[in-house]
């Protein structure tokens, strides 16, 4: 062995010896301006109704959020993602876009109780059309790309005008970025920001998420528009159509960390995110449940392995834990 080698045989576990040397060698750590929380907000009064396969969450009526917001900003939450679950469908959601829309009231609400947070607001139709689909069809039941960019326009407009802070297009559209930019921009929103679901796969782990959001497809996928879970390369192309339209940061969803790894060196001066998503939240309080293994263990390992591929920031249904426990 070189002189080198024996120098260097015994630093792992020197360096391993005990918590001081541990805390001060290690590389990533968990910051609550980091962490993204979820919200259901669901049409209606005086609801606050469990979400069965997500143990602790919840869909919330509107005036439950004063309450909900408090306890939020205790426990150090700093930024929020809206959903919101209607009751009046139609063909072409055209509840997502209305002045005294229902998540537009949650971003009035939520900007008044918390004037400190950054609130996010999903910009996509599966949760406001009767079909479930992420936008209008065409005559053969498909769904249109393009007839459906000028109303997503015009629900981001709506969303900016209620004060989200930014909005989360999350329908893999092509030109999606690029045409949300340019309605902001027609309407004095330059500030309104961008936060694209540049790379969403299309996965089986999203089916808690059709309970909470109450907005699956009737008929048919979404595998004409999110991207397969072979492929990697892709989200490269995915990324950069993103970045060149437009978008301020980028979702990474489910947040694998290669795709992660692979988006933050190709745009370092980027911010990357990455999505724990309710199915894995659903997995990791099912194993818990079964005392299969330790819940606070497993949710710091998953979200420091996002930090170490590169994620900038995470959205997670444990991120109000998470602030309140290990940040
Ligand atoms: C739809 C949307 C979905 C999720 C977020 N936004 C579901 C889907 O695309 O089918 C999934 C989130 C999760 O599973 O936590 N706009
Ligand atoms: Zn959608």
Sequence with gaps: MSQLNQALIRRPRRLRQDARWRAFVQSQHLHAVNFIMPLFIKAGDKICQPIQSMPGQFQYSLDQLPQVAERLAESGIQNVLLFGVVQDKDPLGQAAAQSNGLIQQAIQILKHCCPHWLVIADLCFCEYTDHGHCGVLDANGQLDNDATLPHLVAQAVSLSKAGADLVAPSGMLDGMV???RAGLDAHGHTQCGIMSYAVKYASGLYAPF?????GAPQSGDRLSHQMHVANGEEALLEARLDVEQGADMLLIKP??????YRVTQQYPDIPVGAYHVSGSYAMI??????GWLNEAEVIEEVMLGYRRAGAQFIVTYFADWITQHLC
């Design 178 to 180: 690029a045409a949300v």
């Design 210 to 214: 059709r309970e909470a959001g109450e």
């Design 255 to 260: 947040g694998y960390g290669d795709v992660v």
């Design 285 to 290: 309080k099912a194993a818990a449940e079964k």
